[in-house]
């Protein structure tokens, strides 16, 4: 049986943390945009805090598993 879980929360997490996609920490004229479809040096690097830190707690605290099969 695989474990689906790193994989399912790994893509979910990259998904909504792109920057600009749903928003953008911090924005180009506020703290925070939404929709804004653009991105910057800074907020990728606070998007892989961000995403970094919740997979840790996902998969290495909680122990988030998905099998099939």
Known sequence: ?????PVLIAVVLFVLLTPGLLFQIP????VV?????QTSGASIVVHA???FGLIT???????VHVYTG
């Open 1 to 5: 049986m695989a474990d689906w879980g």
């Open 33 to 37: 945009e939404f929709g804004s479809m």
């Open 49 to 51: 805090i961000i995403y």
């Open 57 to 63: 707690i996902f998969l290495i605290a909680i122990g």
């Open 27 to 30: 924005g180009r004229n506020r």
